[in-house]
């Protein structure tokens, strides 16, 4: 990850008290700093955060049901297809 030379950024943050305690115990109980404790913590919930957005779940039969769909798409709607001849006109008169 990022080296201790590659560390220039700063984060600033005001905290409750009770807080900033509990973060100086965790800190305490890892045997690590508080910065580093905190750097840490961020670092994870930002790539849980987005992992949850990028990444999609599906049961069983969800990933069944989007295969389907994907190897055997149904007929185009009409409402699709309205909209595919408008983009088509649109990227025509655009040209």
Request: proline share 5%; aromatic share 4%.
């Amino acid at each position: 990850m990022s080296t201790q030379s590659g560390r220039n950024a700063r984060l600033e943050a005001r905290i409750a008290p009770e807080v900033l305690a509990a973060v100086k115990r965790a800190a305490e109980i890892e045997g690590r700093s508080v910065s580093d404790f905190v750097v840490s913590a961020a670092r994870e919930a930002a790539h849980r955060t987005i992992a949850e957005t990028e990444v999609i779940s599906l049961s069983a039969a969800g990933q069944s049901a989007f295969a389907k769909a994907i190897a055997d798409p149904p007929p185009p709607t009409k409402g699709l297809r309205k909209a595919f001849d408008s983009h088509r006109r649109l990227i025509r008169d655009v040209r």
